[in-house]
Each structure stands twice: as structure tokens, then as C-alpha cells.
């Protein structure tokens, strides 16, 4: 193999592709937020007494985990303005795809850390006088973040590379201006391996945070 | 005569159609110490947790001071009961349970402050100073930063009856409190709970311990087949008693008795 790397090109692409990195982010941590927010009440929904909260919780979460967020991402853009009559940018449609699909995974995160929290703490803190509201937030799910804090940083982790998909949105994130340059300047190996290098770069701490934690946790068990 | 402290009417519970308790009517007054015995499975739990509202009575009455608690709903003697009264109800009734219930993720401090800073709503410093004199009572003065983890299970219980007591409470629940303990750690929680019978506090204890209730109980209560079998001092209960079904269970105890 003679190919001569040309590590001037990557310099000067460099600008244009953290560019990229810094949109990725913007995709990135909102999602996060929103999701887990989101997850939260869906999982509280999802485990109420009520079938009316039960049954359409449910449904929206299994909707989500088992249909190609591909195809979530794309349908948000070019099906959704349909049905509510607004088109969307290409970025809120991603962002608003991947949120919905990190909530729909956090639901179900949350909802096995709330069940994984034995009966005797809620019983414990209702026998002081605490109401339900204040158990869930100062007693279960101080709990649930720490012995799911693994599960939450593998679903940060995956929504960080789910990101890239919205490059087929025209997105302007990282992996869209990879592409975008390797098929400028005809150099798909020097462009296409520094995205790669840089994603993972954001992601390596995160699983090596995941792994520690899960390490850990696992020792105090 | 006083209104008694706390007071039970036509108290029934069922699980599904399951009829555990059938109808009880009781009374506890200011000062009285109770203790209920009974067989695996009687119901002496599902009664005392009706007594906080750990469970719902299916129908029949508690009141505390003469006020009943909760609103008739439906035509069978069930009753509605809002949240914010029953929290009401459990800052006046305290309960210890066998499993201790202590929050992991706290320090015993923590746990102690814990109902003092939401329930209450008190400063940290003062709830802190209540949770140290109570800590101090149970004689867990030097384990404040501990975690209930790194605790045996005679400190774990320990720690739980001084978060109890913080609350301070007019009527305080132990269901079985140290069944749950290796034999070594029971004594010093019974110490504890003796300790909280000589301040003269209301109290109602499910037990095992016969040895103990005996001591410590104003009046036992034999619980079998949803009802009140016998009650009376601990003498008469628990050293004539009157009913045949009482003997005969007593009469498993004492064979172990050496
Ligand atoms: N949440 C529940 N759902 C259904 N049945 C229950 C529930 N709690 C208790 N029971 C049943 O009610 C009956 C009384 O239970 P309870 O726990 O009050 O007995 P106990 O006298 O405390 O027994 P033990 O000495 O074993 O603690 C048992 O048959 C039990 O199986
Ligand atoms: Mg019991």
C-alpha cells in the first residue's frame, strides 16, 4: 500500500468538522435532558393505577423501541408536518426524534429502578408522615439514579451515536460534514477516520465513567 | 373518664376474599403498653399497619383523641381517605418495623433529620439537634455519619426507633421489632423499647417474646381468627388465661422453655 496520507487535509478540515461536533452536541444533550425528563413521567404514567395513563404510555413506549430510529427520524421530517401542518427544520425534527426515543428508553430505565426499590422504603418514609411526592423525590429516586446510573449512561452513550442518522436530515453535525468533505475532496480515509476519531473522543469517557460506575456499584453490592 | 388516645370501632379487613381481621372494637389509653401475640399469619400485623393506614381498613373506624379519621364512602362502611390527613396521622402514630425500612443512600444523621425537615418542615439545625438527642437516647451517639449499611442490625433498629421517636410521636408501632435480629443484638433493642415504657409512652408491641411482653405490657391481646381472642393484664393473659385457644398456644412456647 503506497497511499500517501495527507495529513495537511485533515488540519484543514478540522474547523469545518468541529463545527460539526459542536451541532452534534447541540443534538447530543438536549435529547438527553429531554428524554430523561420525559421518561420520567412516562414511567410514572406507565406504572399508574389509572389503564387510561397505562395503556397510551405503553403503547408510545413500545412504538419507539421497536421501530428503526431511522425511520423515527425521517418520519419526523417529512410525516409529522403533515398530520400538524408546520414544517419542521431538519434539526428540530432530529432533535424531536431522538428525544422521544431516549424517553421511551429512559421510561423503561426508570420503571425498573423505581420497581427495583423495595416496598419497605416507601413504607418507611410514608410511616413519618412523608407524602407520596416528596418519598418519590428525597427517597426512591436518589436510589434509582444510583443503582441505574449504569443504564443511563449506556443510553447517553447510544444517543450519541444515534446522533449521526440525522446527517441523512441534512443536519449539519459531524458525521453530515464528514461526508459532506470526504466527497469534496475525494478522501474518504483521512476525513471518514478523524470523524471516527473524534466520536470517539466524546464518547470513550462516558463508557469508561459506565464501566467504573458499574465496577463499583457492583463492589458495594 | 378521658376519651381514650386511640380507639378502634368494628375494624375488618379483607384481602380480596381473604376476611383477616372480623370486626374488632378496641380501645388504647394515654400511657397504655400493648402487647399482641397470636399465631403466624392471625393478623397482628395487618392490625397494627391499620392503625397508621400502612393498610386500609376495609371498613369500621380508627379515631385518635375521639376525631375519626377519614370520610364515610359507600354503602359498606368504607371510608375515603385523603393523603394529607393520613400523613397527619402518621406524625402522630410512629411505627418501627421488623425490616428496619432505614434510607440506604442517608447517614443515620440523615435518616434520623429525615421526617424533621420535610414533614415538619424544620431548619436543618434544628432538626439536627432533635435527631442528636434522640440518637443519643438509643446510645448511638458516635455512629451519626455512618451509613445503616455498615451497621449491625441491633444499631440498624436502633437508628429506626430514634427516627421514630424525632418525630415525636403520640402513639408509637413495633411489629416484631427484633425478630429480624441474630439472638446477641436483641437485648439491646429491648433495653431501648424499655427505656421508652419507663417515660410512660403509648405504645403498642407484636411480639414473640413472651418473656418480654410480659414485663413490659400494661395488657396483652391474644389475636386468633381475625378477632381479639383475650385481652386482659399480663398475668391474666398470659399466666391464667381464661380461653382454651390461648393455652393451647402459649403451651407451644413454654415447651421451648427450658
Ligand atoms: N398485602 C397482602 N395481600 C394479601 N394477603 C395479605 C397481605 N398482607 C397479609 N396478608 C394475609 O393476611 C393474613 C395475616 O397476615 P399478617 O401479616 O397480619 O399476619 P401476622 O399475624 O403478622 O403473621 P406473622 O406472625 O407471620 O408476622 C395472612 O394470611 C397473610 O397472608
Ligand atoms: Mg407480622
Redesign the interface.
Known amino acids: 500500500m503506497n497511499y500517501q496520507f495527507d495529513f495537511g487535509l485533515i488540519l484543514q478540515s478540522l474547523p469545518v468538522l468541529l463545527r460539526g461536533l459542536l451541532v452534534t452536541i447541540e443534538l447530543w444533550i438536549p435529547s438527553i435532558l429531554i428524554g430523561l425528563t420525559a421518561g420520567f413521567f412516562l414511567s410514572l404514567a406507565r406504572t399508574s393505577k389509572s389503564i387510561a395513563l397505562r395503556a397510551p404510555s405503553l403503547f408510545y413506549i413500545e412504538l419507539f423501541r421497536d421501530t428503526p430510529v431511522l425511520i423515527q427520524l425521517i418520519w419526523f421530517f417529512y410525516a409529522f408536518p403533515i398530520i400538524i401542518g408546520v414544517q419542521l427544520s431538519p434539526f428540530t425534527a432530529a432533535l424531536l426524534g431522538l428525544a422521544l426515543n431516549t424517553s421511551a428508553y429512559s421510561a423503561e430505565i426508570f420503571r425498573g429502578g423505581i420497581q427495583s426499590i423495595a416496598l419497605g422504603q416507601w413504607e418507611g418514609a410514608r410511616a413519618l408522615g412523608m407524602r407520596n411526592s416528596q418519598i418519590l423525590r428525597r427517597i426512591i429516586l436518589p436510589q434509582v439514579f444510583k443503582r441505574m446510573l449504569p443504564a443511563f449512561t449506556n443510553r447517553a452513550i447510544e444517543v450519541a451515536k444515534m446522533s449521526s442518522l440525522a446527517s441523512v436530515l441534512s443536519v449539519h453535525e459531524l458525521m453530515y460534514q464528514g461526508r459532506l468533505l470526504s466527497s469534496t475532496y475525494y478522501r474518504p480515509l483521512e476525513i471518514l477516520t478523524t470523524v471516527a476519531v473524534i466520536y470517539f473522543i466524546l464518547i470513550y469517557p462516558g463508557t469508561w465513567l459506565s464501566a467504573r460506575l458499574e465496577k463499583r456499584l457492583a463492589a458495594k453490592a | 373518664m378521658n376519651e381514650p388516645i386511640l380507639r378502634v370501632t368494628e375494624l375488618n379487613k379483607k384481602f380480596g376474599e381473604h376476611h383477616v381481621l372480623k370486626g374488632i372494637d378496641f380501645s388504647v389509653e394515654q400511657g397504655e403498653r400493648v402487647a399482641i401475640i397470636g399465631g403466624s399469619g392471625s393478623g397482628k400485623s395487618t392490625f397494627l399497619r391499620c392503625l ?1 393506614f ?1 393498610e386500609m381498613p376495609s371498613s369500621g373506624t380508627v379515631s385518635l383523641d375521639g376525631k375519626e379519621i377519614g370520610k364515610p364512602a359507600g354503602k359498606n362502611g368504607e371510608r375515603r381517605y385523603p ?2 390527613e393520613l ?5 402522630r402514630v ?2 418501627v ?1 421488623q ?7 442517608m447517614t443515620v444523621l440523615e435518616n434520623a433529620m ?2 424533621l425537615l ?2 415538619k418542615g424544620m431548619k436543618k439545625e434544628a432538626a439536627r439537634d432533635l435527631a442528636v438527642k434522640e440518637l443519643d437516647k438509643v446510645g448511638l451517639a458516635d455512629k451519626h455519619d455512618a451509613y445503616p449499611g455498615r451497621l449491625s442490625g441491633g444499631q440498624q433498629q436502633r437508628v ?1 426507633i430514634a ?2 421517636l424525632a ?1 415525636e410521636p403520640e402513639i408509637l408501632l413495633f411489629d416484631e421489632p427484633t425478630s429480624s435480629l441474630d439472638p446477641e443484638l436483641v437485648g439491646e433493642v429491648l433495653v431501648v423499647i424499655r427505656k421508652l415504657a419507663e417515660e410512660g409512652r403509648t405504645m403498642l408491641l407484636v411480639t414473640h417474646e413472651l418473656g418480654f411482653a410480659y414485663h413490659f405490657a400494661t395488657k396483652v391481646i391474644f389475636l386468633a381468627d381475625g378477632v381479639f381472642h383475650e385481652v386482659g393484664t399480663p398475668a391474666e393473659v398470659l399466666k391464667n388465661p381464661k380461653q382454651e385457644r390461648t393455652r393451647a398456644f402459649l403451651n407451644r412456647f413454654t415447651e421451648f422453655a427450658f
Open positions: 397508621n400502612m393523603e394529607s400523613c397527619l396521622v402518621r406524625e410512629g411505627m418495623f425490616q428496619f425500612n432505614l434510607f440506604p443512600h429525615e421526617g420535610t414533614v429506626a427516627r421514630s418525630m
